[in-house]
């Protein structure tokens, strides 16, 4: 099993930027990708973005530059910069992993949530 848990998020000023944090512990050998994924309100979850074991990232479209994944497998750790935020990245932010390869990002690949963390942004 892999827990995650999620912080980092909050309440910032369109434009503002927050940093979110995923802490990873359990059986994380067996990990490959890890990303963040975003549910707001009425909608359905979507990736932000997702990083493999070895760091190749990939972004959702709305991204556009404004946020960067990283990883640092030493401390079973996955972060999401987010800078440029406006109103619309309001959402619950979710962290998530699987042991699954060739499955790419989609959240279906997924095996393990963390239970998510809150990113309001205010006009």
């Known amino acids: 099993q892999v827990q995650l848990v999620e912080s980092g998020g909050g309440l910032v000023q369109a434009g503002g930027s927050l940093r979110l944090s995923c802490a990873a512990s359990g059986r994380m050998f067996s990990i490959n990708n890890m990303g963040w994924y975003r549910q707001a309100p009425g909608k359905q979850r979507e990736l932000v973005a997702g990083i493999t074991s070895v760091g190749s990232a990939a972004y959702g479209d709305f991204v556009r530059g404004r946020f960067t994944i990283s990883r640092d497998n030493a401390k079973n750790t996955v972060y999401l910069q987010m800078n440029s935020l406006k109103p619309e990245d309001t959402a619950v932010y979710y962290c998530?992993?699987?042991?699954?390869?060739?499955?790419?990002?989609?959240?279906?690949?997924?095996?393990?949530w963390g239970k998510g963390t809150l990113v309001t942004v205010s006009s």
């Open positions: 998530a992993a699987t042991r699954a390869l060739g499955l790419g990002f989609t959240p279906r690949a997924m095996e393990y």
